[in-house]
């Protein structure tokens, strides 16, 4: 095909004619569509949420449990399991509390660790994983019950809990 002047153009038949409007217009249109939906659904960033944390090696449960705590009767029944009295008054509207149990294990040096608690997508991610004695190090040949809680002040969002597998 090949190009025509304005004279030639205005020989052809209106619709035929290469109009710049009818091409612009919607071009522009949706460009600026997908520019809104881009900054509308795009991802958010996870933010670092602060958590409070203990932890223990002989008062644990007998087998391996994670559980959410919701109530501050739960909340002072896992004390209790623990032996030890509540460190702090819970608010269940306020705040989610993780108890991890890791069971049984066959020397010292285990042990719970939280890695991360963020916030993402009206969800509350709590990441925690369980740190065994290095190879090299020496270890008291003892049999240890080691526990983590884990107190977040995001009551109002739904927690999931993840376990970092090394």
Do not use: C
Not at 21 to 31: D, E, M, R, S
Not at 50 to 55: D, G, I, N, T, V
Not at 96 to 106: D, I, K, N
């Amino acid at each position: 095909m090949s190009f025509l002047s304005y004279s030639q153009t205005r020989l052809l038949p209106h619709w035929r004619r290469l109009h710049l409007g009818w091409i612009a217009v919607p071009l522009v249109v949706l460009f600026a569509v997908s520019l809104l939906a881009a900054t509308v659904f795009a991802p958010q960033e996870a933010r670092s949420v602060p958590a409070k944390e203990w932890r223990g090696l002989q008062e644990g449960a007998g087998s391996d449990q994670v559980l959410v705590v919701r109530s501050a009767e739960h909340w002072a029944s896992i004390w209790r399991t623990l032996g030890r009295a509540a460190p702090a008054a819970f608010d269940p509207r306020r705040q989610v509390a993780v108890y991890v149990s890791l069971g049984a294990r066959p020397s010292a040096g285990y042990s719970a660790r939280l890695v991360s608690a963020t916030e993402h997508d009206d969800r509350l991610f709590i990441v925690w994983e369980e740190v065994a004695p290095a190879r090299t190090q020496a270890a008291a040949q003892v049999i240890t019950q080691p526990w983590m809680v884990v107190v977040v002040n995001r009551g109002n969002l739904a927690p999931v809990i993840e376990q970092r597998l090394r």
